[in-house]
């Protein structure tokens, strides 16, 4: 996952097709009801024609529960991960679908609890592939454009990629990599007009500086 770029929150083909053109290499797609950025049920198989073959789908979710993954198995079939949101993550090795817990950071006490949570899942044999890193927003999940602490984050190294989210612009991301060295940085908000509609030139410009600082 070196040097990969996350456009998150897309909510239309429209947007999907843009995302692939300025270069994304995975988008998320939102299924919480209560995100501005939610993408409707009829919206998600042009989504994923748009990124077949070009980038990678991120299902996006809020504790979901084990009978609604069972539920929507079929729905989420296009889907290459779960990106998962939740203030008590913990192992789930009966997921099927390669797991992204998202992790809300403000403290040196929030790192050590991604160590132990990797550090459970290694027993149990389900290792997620990615760890996605956010800014703490009280009892907000994401997409609120604050910063995560940078220099908190620098040399951390939970075991597992991480993917570096939070508050990232076209104008920061370069010296939020510099700082991290993240696998991949996550973007929502940075690079819209509005909430869940995507600027065309800011994704261009946030994936180009991405890439530069990644030295790709």
């Not at 024609?49 to 929507?72: C, F, H, N, T």
């Not at 079939?77 to 192992?91: C, M, N, R, T, V």
């Not at 290694?122 to 996605?132: F, S």
């Amino acid at each position: 996952m070196k040097g990969l770029v996350k456009i998150c929150g897309v909510t239309t083909p429209e947007d999907a097709q843009a995302a692939v053109e300025s270069g994304a290499d995975l988008v998320g797609v939102n299924f919480y009801p209560s995100s501005p950025r939610y993408a409707p049920a009829e919206n998600v198989p042009g989504i994923l024609a748009a990124l077949a073959g070009q980038a990678e789908a991120i299902a996006v979710m809020v504790k979901p529960s084990r009978k609604q993954l069972v539920d929507e198995s079929a729905f989420l079939q296009g889907f290459a991960s779960l990106q998962w949101h939740d203030h008590d993550q913990q192992p789930r090795p009966w997921l099927t679908l390669p797991l992204i817990p998202a992790f809300a950071v403000q403290s040196a006490f929030d790192l050590a609890r991604i160590a132990d949570y990797v550090e459970s899942c290694r027993g149990e044999n389900c290792l997620p592939r990615a760890i996605l890193i956010d800014a703490f927003v009280r009892g907000l999940h994401g997409g609120t454009g604050k910063t995560a602490p940078w220099n908190l984050l620098g040399g951390f190294d939970p075991g597992v990629p991480i993917i570096l989210a939070g508050g990232l612009t076209p104008e920061n991301v370069a010296e939020a990599i510099r700082m991290v060295r993240p696998f991949a940085v996550d973007v929502a908000s940075g690079v819209e007009t509005a909430p869940g509609r995507k600027d065309r030139e800011k994704m261009r410009r946030f994936i180009e500086a991405a890439r530069e600082a990644f030295g790709l």
